[in-house]
């Protein structure tokens, strides 16, 4: 297919010769029109805000005997895709004649777009909306330079924005095409006026490419016979576009000693498109790599009014070039010793780099050549020659020789949470370590000096034995980042890290939400015991949130990151943690090769939140500031809480399971309120029977004075606060719209049982609960409602019953279950 139509097109390339029969379009500048141009601009480039952003750049012209000087007019790239612009022109100059009289000097092609960027360039409306001769130009890759004639004969050779006259980093591009043009004007006899006459007498801007790689290479390879300026177009030097048929260009071409640009006229834009998708697939056309093609036609807005005007858009090709690019990009950085970074091609960009780290390696100079856009197609092309491999293939690789197995990631990812307190880090490491296996890291369990290094070996130590590793800190900090990913390149290069940053935007809801969930958490933690010092730990919270910096990849350190995963702190766990999963199959789907379903990803959570407990306690630092003195604020000697009450806590997960079975056997309209609960997470994610609470101690004072005795003497000694054992039988599940509680029955431990034995007494159990009705709340509606107000829901449904008349519903707990529960003391906040 491509073969036949390259031979098709290949003969018409030089059309050159039949040009003379085609009309040369011209027309003179209209003062009005180009004075109202240049106010319209100049307004725009005053203009703070709103609009367009235009800037405004004025050069002095060298060697210009009239010392003409000439405006530049810059667009911002994207306002391009505005409507109703005073000029869509790419490169535009203007100036005042000695009579003072504005005109264009320069004008560039109206900024074009490559096929669906934009919805011109949609392949249905390309077909519907233009018309042939479609000419295909070679997009040459160098430097844009355009070459028109000012009024006192001087040539202006200008790049995009600059004359080359300030310092600036477009000089040279427009010093080196100066140059050239020289050169090549002196090869056939011409001067620099010549062609300053010659453009001026037809209002018009040659259009060239510079490609020379002895000046700076591009990702095409021009080697010196095929260097130089390569003349694409001529515009008219009007505020609209109008530019050249590209026979005339390459008659220009030759009379002025360009070198052409490729061509091919096709009259159907089917065979347009069909030509162009075949040389995408191979890449090269003509024996050569192509980076793509530029077309060139005829558009009109509305295809019944038959008028139509110059219109361009461009194909480029994808593939090898960005692979191309990748790969340069990627020796930039191994130059610089930084991590390479790359998603796509990964397997073969592996070995490239390998390749060329030894070939850097083996020749110092090559650094710095590469750095200066030397040798990088040679470095390019013996790779491939000592792999045996085309480009196009090179960029296929995976595909062709891989089948996925080994040459995609499958191990060695590293999962760095960027987050504050309580945004779930933890829960989602323990979710994905029960899913999955990998290794989780908590900097709260590493202690002693010395902790980032440590912890970091932590994390690779890790990937000895398991595919991924948690890193479970908050790394909020970018020097946290830095410290970790540069650790972790230097030790283990070929390891990849996510990260997962929680995205701290809505920060009253997240200030809200961590806190709440932290206050929750109690004292189930390592380093932060919240029941025991709110203040305390609502200020270090505040301090993360404070320090927090925004993952950024634009720049160092999180550069260094393969790939980030965004999650939002106030989102559940449960919601994270699929994110995370299906995000990481996506990057990798040879590493998580499936999404596991949603029952196993609830499971996980609820694994994470009820079964997790930290194995280590320490105190951290106060972190509150200094005094004067730099010495650390002294620590107030820890103050006892007060007992606020005792409990039996019970596994949550058989009491989710008993509540489960339960409603699973019910009308939807009363398991309505259950859903309802779960829906919007107000089910416990932990829970306990109290047996009596601080707040009714006064009316049960022997009991709680027992109770009290009991913290102090066994609880000093007592592993967690663990003062004995109860079992708790679930015997029904009560609920309204607002509250629901199991009640529950009460049966002593065999071993408490037989306490007092050895008197004539009865046994007299050591646990009581001074509840009206023993019971353990499941959940209420919202915030509103304390967990407590079951006491009043039990209290009436005891007087009541349930019933339509009372509002209150009761079933009998599927099974009634006997749960081991532990009796614990639960202190003050
Ligand atoms: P970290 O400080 O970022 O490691 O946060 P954790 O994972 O330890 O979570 C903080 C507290 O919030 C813990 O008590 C968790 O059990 C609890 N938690 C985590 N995720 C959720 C969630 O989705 N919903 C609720 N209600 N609590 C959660
Ligand atoms: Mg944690």
Not at 149 to 177: I, N, P, Q, Y
Not at 187 to 201: H, M, P, S, W
Not at 459 to 476: G, I, K, Q
Not at 791 to 819: M, Y
Request: glycine share 6%; hydrophobic share 35%.
């Amino acid at each position: 297919m491509e073969n036949e139509l390259l031979l098709k097109y290949t003969a018409s390339t030089d059309f050159a010769k039949d040009a003379p029969g085609i009309e040369v379009p011209y027309v003179s500048q209209d003062v009005q029109e180009v004075a109202a141009l240049v106010r319209v601009l100049d307004d725009n480039s005053k203009k703070k805000k709103g609009g367009v952003s235009i800037k405004k750049a004025r050069y002095d012209v060298a060697g210009s005997p009239d010392g003409i000087q000439v405006d530049s007019w810059r667009f911002q790239d994207w306002d391009y895709k505005k409507r109703d612009l005073p000029t869509y022109a790419r490169g535009l100059f203007t100036t005042r004649t000695k009579h003072g009289v504005p005109e264009i000097v320069t004008r560039g092609y109206d900024k074009f777009f490559n096929v669906d960027e934009v919805y011109e360039t949609k392949w249905a409306n390309i077909e519907t909306h233009t018309k042939g001769p479609y000419e295909l130009t070679l997009k040459e890759n160098g430097c844009i330079i355009f070459v028109s004639g000012l009024e006192d004969d001087t040539l202006l050779v200008c790049s995009k924005h600059s004359t080359g006259e300030r310092g600036d980093v477009e000089k040279s591009h427009a010093s080196a095409g100066e140059l050239r043009l020289e050169r090549q004007l002196q090869r056939i006899g011409k001067t620099k006026q010549d062609l300053a006459r010659e453009l001026r007498k037809r209002n018009a801007t040659a259009v060239a490419e510079l490609c020379d790689d002895s000046f700076e290479e591009h990702i095409l390879a021009y080697t010196p016979e095929k260097a130089g300026l390569y003349l694409h177009g001529i515009n008219i030097n009007i505020p609209e576009f109008m530019t050249y048929p590209s026979a005339l260009v390459q008659k220009f071409a030759d009379d002025w000693g360009f070198i052409k640009t490729g061509l091919i006229v096709i009259d159907d834009i089917n065979e347009v498109k069909a030509l162009l998708e075949a040389v995408a697939e191979s890449g090269a056309h003509d024996g050569r790599d192509v980076e793509g093609f530029v077309i060139r036609c005829k558009r009109t807005q509305n295809p019944a009014t038959n008028v139509y005007q110059d219109w361009f858009f461009k194909y480029k090709f994808e593939e090898p070039y960005l692979m191309y690019r990748q790969w340069r990009e990627c020796t930039k950085a191994l130059i610089a010793g930084k991590p390479p970074r790359y998603k796509k091609h990964a397997k073969i960009t592996e070995e490239y780099l390998l390749y060329a780290r030894k070939r850097l390696a083996a020749d110092r100079n090559l650094a710095k050549m590469y750095n200066q856009n030397h040798g990088i197609i040679a470095l390019r092309n013996d790779f491939l020659a000592f792999k045996n491999l085309q480009g196009a293939d090179a960029a296929n690789f995976e595909e062709l020789f891989g089948s996925g197995a080994s040459t995609e990631i499958k191990r060695d990812i590293i999962l760095v949470p960027i987050a504050t307190i309580g945004c779930g880090k933890t829960t989602i490491g323990v979710a994905l370590t029960h899913l999955f296996g990998w290794g989780h890291i908590q900097n709260d369990n590493i202690t002693g000096p010395k902790r980032p290094p440590r912890f970091t070996k932590a994390v690779l130590d890790e990937l000895e034995e398991l595919p991924a590793a948690y890193a479970d800190r908050n790394n909020a900090q970018k020097h946290e980042r830095k410290q970790l990913i540069t650790d972790v390149k230097v030790q283990h290069a070929s390891a990849k890290l996510v990260a997962l940053h929680f995205v701290h935007k809505n920060m009253d809801k997240i200030r809200r939400v961590t806190k709440e969930r932290v206050l929750e958490r109690g004292d189930n933690h390592q380093t932060i015991q919240a029941a025991s010092d709110m203040n305390k730990v609502v200020g270090i919270m505040e301090g993360f949130i404070q320090r927090f910096e925004p993952c950024d990849t634009s720049r160092e350190p999180d550069a260094g990151f393969d790939a980030v995963i965004d999650l939002d702190p106030a989102a559940g766990s449960r919601e994270n943690l699929e994110t995370v999963v299906k995000e990481l199959h996506r990057l990798y789907p040879n590493f998580l090769t499936t999404v596991p379903p949603a029952e196993e990803l609830d499971e996980a959570i609820k694994a994470a939140l009820e079964g997790y407990k930290p194995v280590l306690r320490h105190n951290i630092p106060d972190r509150t500031p200094r005094n004067k003195n730099q010495q650390p604020v002294q620590q107030q000697p820890k103050k006892k809480k007060p007992l606020e009450y005792i409990s039996v806590d019970v596994p949550a997960k058989d009491v989710l399971d008993a509540l489960e079975k339960t409603f699973a056997t019910n009308s939807p309209e009363q398991t309505r309120f259950f859903k309802l609960l779960q829906g919007t997470r107000r089910i416990q994610p932990k829970f306990h029977v109290t047996l009596l609470h601080r707040t009714s101690s006064k009316e049960h004072p022997e009991l709680w004075d027992r109770y009290k005795r009991c913290h102090e003497v066994e609880g000093a000694a007592a592993v967690n606060g663990k003062l004995g054992k109860m079992e708790v039988l679930l015997e029904r599940v009560v609920f309204d719209d607002r509250v629901m509680a199991i009640v529950v029955r009460l049966v002593p431990s065999p071993e408490d049982a037989n306490i007092n034995s050895n008197t004539a007494e009865p046994p007299k159990p050591k646990w009581e609960c001074a509840n009206q009705v023993a019971h353990i709340t499941v959940g209420t509606r919202d915030d509103s409602i304390k967990p407590k107000e079951s006491n009043d829901l039990l209290a009436r449904w005891l007087e009541k019953g349930s019933g339509a008349a009372t509002g209150i519903n009761e079933f009998g707990v599927e099974g009634k279950p006997l749960l081991d529960g532990t009796v614990q003391a639960v202190l003050s906040r």
